[in-house]
T-cell receptor, first 114, second 109 residues
Framework: SQTIHQWPATLVQPVGSPLSLECTVE??????LYWYRQAAGRGLQLLFY??????ISSEVPQNLSASRPQDRQFILSSKKLLLSDSGFYLC?????????????FGPGTRLTVT | AQRVTQPEKLLSVFKGAPVELKCNYS??????LFWYVQYSRQRLQLLLR??SRESIKGFTADLNKGETSFHLKKPFAQEEDSAMYYC???????????FGKGTSLLVTP
């Protein structure tokens, strides 16, 4: 069966520090991968998605970047965190190919920037 | 622009009462819509999708193109239905989902 992992579960970082959140998927090949952020009172916002290794689409311009170095690994990064980067970050995957209807979500990472 | 609006942040109903969670969308094409649910201490998961016209856990949702709505309904709410519900619209790319801000449903005995 397929599983999705995210780490760390919680993270407290000072303003200006770098960030690296990792997401990995097991049990499937060539998945579509997604990063979402849930900020207070704002609902789920899609940040990035990837349909293949090295292919990243950004939905919202921001202080963050994403990379997909391996088929089932998706990394969210920042060189210098801002206070506004605080939030709950969710990674998700769906079956490869277009019009993949169901997305499967990870447990999330709670990021607090101080 | 594609947009999903869930006007209610919180909806509280009694057990056994009907429940309707509202979702309105803005999309120029033919929409693909979904409801996702997050129970306490669980991951966000798909509840139902409009193309399959299915009923899951007693919930149904009908796409009304004239009113651009996709409201989630259940005739008799149960306490275990208490959760956060998100309406989502598939984007033009066919890959990404645009989520609403969510509605927290509380079913009280």
């Amino acid at each position: 069966s397929q599983t999705i992992h995210q780490w760390p579960a919680t993270l407290v970082q000072p303003v200006g520090s770098p960030l690296s959140l990792e997401c990995t998927v097991e049990g499937t090949s060539n998945p579509n991968l997604y990063w979402y952020r849930q900020a207070a009172g704002r609902g789920l916002q899609l940040l990035f998605y990837s349909v293949g290794i090295g292919q990243i689409s950004s939905e919202v311009p921001q202080n963050l970047s994403a990379s997909r170095p391996q088929d089932r690994q998706f990394i969210l990064s920042s060189k210098k965190l801002l206070l506004s980067d605080s939030g709950f970050y969710l990674c998700a995957w769906s079956r490869g190919g277009s019009f993949s209807y169901e997305q499967y979500f990870g447990p999330g990472t709670r990021l607090t920037v101080t | 622009a594609q947009r999903v609006t869930q006007p209610e942040k919180l909806l509280s109903v009694f057990k056994g009462a009907p429940v309707e969670l509202k979702c309105n969308y803005s999309y120029s094409g033919s929409p693909e819509l979904f409801w996702y649910v997050q129970y306490s201490r669980q991951r966000l998961q798909l509840l139902l999708r409009h193309i399959s016209r299915e009923s899951i856990k007693g919930f149904t949702a009908d796409l009304n193109k004239g009113e651009t709505s996709f409201h989630l309904k259940k005739p008799f709410a149960q306490e275990e239905d208490s959760a956060m519900y998100y309406c989502a619209l598939l984007s033009d790319s066919g890959y990404a989902l645009n989520f609403g801000k969510g509605t927290s449903l509380l079913v009280t005995p």
